[in-house]
C-alpha cells in the first residue's frame, strides 16, 4: 500500500513539472503588461520601464523562468502585484473557503444523487426514474450563476430565510481561530455555536447551487452503473439464492456500481473546485477561484501560476484518494499496486 | 415415478414483452421431476429451456411473466406464492447452477463471505454455531483443497472450475431439494467438466436431491441423467428415458440433433440431416494420400518455437525492491516450450489441449500477431518467423495465411454490413479495386460459403450465429489463402449448426487446396475434420499421429485422460 502511495507521488512528478512550465509559459504569452498595468494609466514610460526593471521582466525568459523555479522550491509563490500579498498566504487563506463550499456541495449532491440513481435503477420506467431523469436534466440545463441568483431572490429578498450573500460569515461574528479553515469545523472546535450557525446558513445556499448542478453526472452515473450490475450474473446468483432484496441491492449491486460513481465524483469534485468561480462572484464568496479570475484580468502573473500549481497538486492527491479508495472496494486493484 | 412428483410443470407458457410486442419464449411446457431423479432438458439456443427453469424460480427478467400454466413445486403453487415465500424456497428449496462460473459469482467479495450471505439468510442462528464453519464445510464438501485458506479467497484468484466447485457450495449450502443446473460446465475444460459433472452427482446422489440439468450436449445428458426432455422453440418435442430416447428417438427433431452431435465412427457426412447429407455428398473426400506427397516440403514448418513471458508479480516486485531474492519459481513463464510440426500443402492438423496449453499462443506466432521469444516459423519456404508482428500486416505474406476466429459475434465489427466485412481485407491486401468488382467478389465469395446474397447487406446483430460465422470464413478465404487458422470456430454455435459449419469448412478445403491449422479443446470435432492431430499440454506436444490412430488408440496417458472424460451419448443412428 505504501509502496503503491510513493510510486504515485513519484509518477505525478513529471507532470507537476510540466504543468510549471507550461502555465510560466501560457501567463508570459497572455497580452496585457503587469509593469504598465501595475504602474497605472498616468504613468511616463520611464516609470513603466522602472517597475518592469524592478519586476525582473526585463530579463530574458529563461532566466526569469529559473528564478521563478528556485523560489518555488523555497516554498515562494511570489506576490501578488495588486495585493501586494504574498500568493501562497493568499491561497492557504483562500483554499479552503472554496474546498468548503465544494465539499458541502458535492455531500448534498451525494446524499440526493445517490439514493436517487439507486432508486431509478430498481424502478425503471417508473415516477422515481422519471423524477430523477427531469431533476438531472434541469439540473445541469441550469448554468450555476442563474440557480445562484434565484435561490438568493427567493430565499434572501422575497422570503427572507437565509442571510446576505456576502462571504462566509456574518459581520457580527469574528473568524473563529484557525485549525482546519473550514469555518464548520472551527467554529464547532471554538464550542462557538451561533458563529457554527452564521458559518452554516451563510454556506446553504451557494452549496444547493454546486449541488443542483453537479446532481446530474451522479445521478446518471449511479442509475446506469447500477443498471449494469444489477442485470449481471451474480446478481441474479444471489437473487436465486433467495438474499433478500437489501442485501442482493446494498451487497451485491451497489458495491460493484460504485466504483464508477467514485471515478465520476473526482472529476466532479475537482472540476467544481475550479469552475465555482461563478458561484463564488454571485456570493462573494472569498474563494480559490474569484482570486485566479480577478488575477488574471489584471495580467498579474504569480497568483495565477500559483492558483493552477495548487489545483494540479490537489488534482494529484485527488486522483490518488480515489485509487485507494478504490483498491478498497476492488480487491483486483490491490494486485497491480 | 412417485406418486406426487417433487416438482410438476404443467402447461407453461412465458411471456416476455419486447419492443416488437409479445415474445412467447415457452409454450404450453409440461415437464415433472421426481424425488431424487436427475432430469436433462435437451436443446439448442432458443430452444427456452433456460427460461423455463427461470420461470421455475420465478427469477424472470422484468420483461417476463408466467402467462399460463402452472408450477406445482412439493405442494407450493410457484406462479401464486408471494415474493417472501418464493425468496424462502429459493436457495433453501431450489437452487440453481449458472452457466458462467466466474460471472456468477460477486467479483468483489470474498467466497466464503457468499456462501455465508445464503446460509445467513436460510438457517437459523441456532441451529447452526457459526456460519463461518459452515461455509468451510460447504467449501470442504465440494473437494476444494484447503478450503479454510479458499474461504479467504476472491472469485478472480481461483480457476474456472474452481469458481464453479464455489458456486456448487453456495447452491448446496442450505440442502435443497432440487438442484437446477444451468450449463454447468460449458466453456470448462473437458477434464474439469468431467470432475465437476462428477462431483454434481455424488453430492446429489448423497443428498437425495432431484437435478435438472441444463445442457446442449447430448452426451451430457446421456452420461449423467435418468430422463431426457428435448425442447425446440419453446416447446417440448419428446420426453423418455435416457436409454429410450437414444435408442430410439421419435420426434425429427431428436434424431436430427442425435445425427449432428460428433461421435466415434461417423464421418463428416454423418452429422448432417439425411436428405441434406444425400444432397451435398461430394462422392470422394480428397484422398489423404494426396497431402501425404506434398509432405516433402511443407507449406508450415515450426522447429523449436518458445514464446516466455515475464511472470509478474506482487511478491517479485516488492523483492527486487528490497533487494531480496523472490521465491524459488523462475521469473518467466514458458507458455509454447519448444515445441516442432509442420503442415503439409492441403493438410489440416488439429492442434488439441486445454486451456492454458499454449494453443492459441502458438497460432498467434504463427499469424504473427504475437512475437516468439526463439525458435523457427517457415512458411512456403520463407522465414517469416524473423518478420516483426507490426510489420507483418502489410506485407503479401499477411493474405496468405487468415484465420477465423473463435466468437462469430466479436470478431467482426458491429458497424460494418456482412459485404463490408468480406470485402475488408480484399481493401486492405487485394488486388480488386472498384466498387462493383468489389461486390462482385463478395457476392462470389457468399455463394461459396453458403450465405445468401440478400443477407450480405445486413449488420452482424441482423444475423445468425451460423451466418456470422459464414462471414467470418468468407472474409478468411476472400485472399485466397493458403493456410487458414480455424480458432474453435465452432465453439459458439449449436451442434447443428456445428456440423454444417465443418461440412462448409470440409468442402472449402478440398476446393481451395487450403490447409487447416484447426485449434480445438474438442477431440471429436478435430478428428472429423483434420488428416493429424497434434496434443499440447503446458506448453509442450505431448502427442502427435494420424487422427484416426490418436482417438482410437492413443499412446500418451494426458491423450487418454482427454479421451475418458468426453462424456459419449450411447447414439446408433442409420
Redo the contacts between chains.
Keep these: 500500500m505504501l509502496t503503491m502511495i510513493g510510486k504515485r507521488l513519484m509518477f505525478a512528478i513529471p507532470s507537476l513539472i510540466g504543468v510549471v512550465i507550461v502555465t510560466f509559459l501560457l501567463t508570459r504569452a497572455l497580452p496585457g503588461d503587469p509593469a504598465a498595468y501595475f504602474a497605472g494609466p498616468a504613468a511616463t514610460k520611464e516609470a513603466v520601464e522602472q517597475i518592469r526593471k524592478k519586476l525582473g521582466l526585463d530579463k530574458p525568459l529563461i532566466e526569469q523562468f529559473f528564478r521563478y523555479a528556485s523560489d518555488l522550491a523555497h516554498g515562494d509563490f511570489g506576490n501578488s502585484l495588486t495585493t501586494g500579498q504574498p500568493v501562497a498566504t493568499e491561497i492557504r487563506n483562500r483554499l479552503p473557503a472554496s474546498a468548503e463550499l465544494t465539499l458541502l456541495g458535492l455531500i448534498v449532491s451525494i446524499v440526493i444523487a445517490i439514493p436517487l440513481g439507486v432508486l431509478a435503477a430498481t424502478r425503471p420506467g417508473s415516477w422515481i426514474d422519471h423524477l430523477c431523469r427531469v431533476t438531472t436534466t434541469a439540473g445541469v440545463s441550469l448554468p450555476v450563476f442563474f440557480t445562484g441568483l434565484v435561490l438568493v431572490y427567493v430565499f434572501y429578498f422575497r422570503l427572507g430565510w437565509s442571510p446576505a450573500p456576502l462571504g462566509r460569515l456574518d459581520v457580527f461574528y469574528s473568524v473563529p481561530p484557525t485549525v482546519t479553515g473550514f469555518y464548520l469545523i472551527d467554529t464547532l472546535i471554538a464550542r462557538d455555536v451561533e458563529a457554527f450557525r452564521s458559518a452554516l446558513s451563510q454556506l446553504i445556499l451557494p452549496a444547493t447551487t454546486l449541488a443542483v448542478f453537479s446532481l446530474a453526472p451522479i445521478a446518471r452515473m449511479t442509475r446506469a452503473s447500477m443498471l449494469a450490475v444489477l442485470a449481471s450474473e451474480f446478481v441474479r446468483t444471489a437473487r436465486a439464492s433467495g438474499l433478500s432484496p437489501a442485501t442482493v441491492i446494498v451487497t451485491y449491486a451497489f458495491r460493484n456500481a460504485m466504483l464508477p460513481v467514485i471515478t465520476t465524483l473526482s472529476m466532479v469534485f475537482s472540476f467544481l473546485l475550479g469552475a465555482n468561480v461563478l458561484v463564488e462572484k454571485v456570493f462573494a464568496w472569498p474563494g480559490i477561484g474569484s482570486y485566479a479570475v480577478e488575477a488574471l484580468i489584471s495580467s498579474d502573473f504569480a497568483p495565477v501560476q500559483g492558483f493552477v500549481l495548487t489545483m494540479a497538486i490537489m488534482y494529484v492527491l485527488l486522483n490518488l484518494v480515489i485509487d485507494i479508495l478504490y483498491g478498497v472496494i476492488d480487491p483486483r486493484v490491490r494486485l497491480e499496486g | 415415478m412417485t406418486a406426487q412428483p417433487l416438482l410438476d410443470v404443467q402447461d407453461l407458457t412465458v411471456e416476455f414483452s419486447t419492443r416488437r410486442g409479445i415474445v412467447k419464449a415457452v409454450q404450453h411446457v409440461n415437464i415433472s421431476v421426481a424425488k431424487g431423479e436427475t432430469l436433462a432438458i435437451v436443446g439448442e439456443s432458443g430452444s427456452g429451456k433456460s427460461v423455463t427453469s427461470y420461470a421455475v424460480?420465478r427469477?424472470l427478467d422484468?420483461a417476463g411473466k408466467i402467462a399460463e400454466g402452472s408450477v406445482m413445486f412439493s405442494g407450493i403453487d410457484v406462479k401464486a406464492a408471494t415474493e417472501d415465500q418464493?425468496?424462502?424456497?429459493?436457495?433453501?428449496e431450489v437452487?440453481?447452477i449458472?452457466q458462467?462460473p466466474r460471472?456468477?459469482?460477486?467479483?468483489?467479495?470474498k467466497v466464503g463471505d457468499q456462501i455465508e450471505?445464503?446460509l445467513r439468510?436460510?438457517v437459523q442462528q441456532a441451529q447452526v454455531k457459526d456460519h463461518g464453519e459452515k461455509a468451510i464445510e460447504a467449501l470442504e464438501q465440494v473437494k476444494i483443497a484447503r478450503p479454510r485458506e479458499r474461504y479467504h479467497a476472491?472469485p478472480?484468484e481461483l480457476s474456472g472450475g474452481m469458481c464453479q466447485r464455489v458456486?456448487i457450495a453456495?447452491?448446496l449450502a442450505c440442502n435443497p431439494q432440487l438442484l437446477i443446473a444451468d450449463e454447468p460446465t460449458t466453456g470448462l475444460d473437458v477434464t474439469t467438466q468431467k470432475a465437476v459433472m462428477d462431483l454434481i452427482v455424488e453430492l446429489t446422489r448423497r443428498k437425495a436431491m432431484s437435478t435438472i440439468l441444463i445442457t446442449h450436449d447430448l452426451g451430457l445428458a446421456a452420461a449423467y441423467c435418468d430422463r431426457v426432455v428435448v425442447m425446440e422453440k419453446g416447446r417440448v418435442v419428446e420426453t423418455a428415458k435416457a436409454a429410450d430416447i437414444f435408442a430410439n428417438p421419435q420426434h425429427p427433431y431428436t434424431k436430427k440433433l442425435m445425427r449432428a452431435t460428433p461421435r466415434l465412427g461417423v464421418s463428416l457426412r454423418d452429422l448432417l440431416p439425411e436428405e441434406e447429407g444425400a444432397a451435398t455428398a461430394v462422392p470422394a473426400e480428397p484422398a489423404p494420400a494426396e497431402a501425404a506427397s506434398a509432405e516433402s516440403k511443407p507449406l508450415l514448418r515450426i522447429e523449436k518455437l518458445v514464446k516466455e513471458y515475464p511472470r509478474q508479480g506482487?511478491t517479485a516486485t516488492?523483492g527486487k525492491?528490497f533487494g531480496r531474492k523472490p521465491p524459488v519459481e523462475p521469473d518467466v513463464f514458458r507458455a509454447v516450450d519448444g515445441i516442432s510440426f509442420a503442415i503439409g500443402h492441403g493438410e489440416s492438423v488439429g492442434l488439441v489441449g486445454e486451456s492454458g496449453c499454449g494453443k492459441s499462443t502458438t497460432s498467434m506466432m504463427v499469424m504473427r500477431l504475437l512475437d516468439q521469444t526463439s525458435g523457427l516459423i517457415q512458411f512456403d519456404g520463407e522465414d517469416i518467423g524473423s518478420i516483426a508482428p507490426s510489420a507483418f500486416a502489410r506485407l503479401p505474406q499477411r493474405s496468405r495465411i487468415q484465420m477465423v476466429f473463435q466468437d462469430p459475434t466479436d470478431s467482426l465489427n458491429p458497424r460494418f454490413t456482412a459485404a463490408r466485412a468480406i470485402a475488408d481485407p480484399i481493401m486492405q491486401l487485394g488486388d480488386i479495386r472498384g466498387r462493383d468488382a468489389l461486390r462482385a467478389r463478395c457476392e462470389e465469395l457468399a455463394t461459396m460459403v453458403g450465405l445468401p446474397h440478400n443477407l450480405l447487406d445486413r449488420f452482424p446483430h441482423q444475423l445468425s450465429g451460423g451466418q456470422k460465422a459464414r462471414v467470418g470464413i468468407a472474409r478468411a478465404i476472400a485472399l485466397h489463402p493458403k493456410l487458414v487458422i480455424l480458432d474453435e470456430p465452432t465453439a459458439a454455435l449449436d451442434v447443428s449448426v456445428q456440423a454444417v459449419v465443418l461440412n462448409l469448412l470440409q468442402d472449402l478445403k478440398a476446393r481451395l487446396g487450403m490447409s487447416y491449422l484447426f485449434v480445438s479443446h474438442d477431440l471429436n470435432v478435430v478428428r472429423l475434420l483434420c488428416d493429424r492431430v497434434i496434443v499440447m499440454r503446458t506448453g509442450r506436444i505431448v502427442e502427435e499421429g494420424s487422427s484416426e490412430k490418436v482417438l482410437s488408440d492413443p499412446q500418451d496417458d494426458y491423450t487418454k485422460e482427454l479421451l475418458t472424460a468426453i462424456p459419449h451419448p450411447p447414439l446408433q443412428v442409420h
Design positions: 424460480m427469477i422484468r418464493m425468496r424462502d424456497l429459493r436457495g433453501r437452487s440453481m449458472f458462467n460471472a456468477a459469482l460477486n467479483p468483489i467479495r450471505d445464503v439468510t436460510h476472491y478472480f458456486v453456495l447452491a506482487a516488492l525492491l
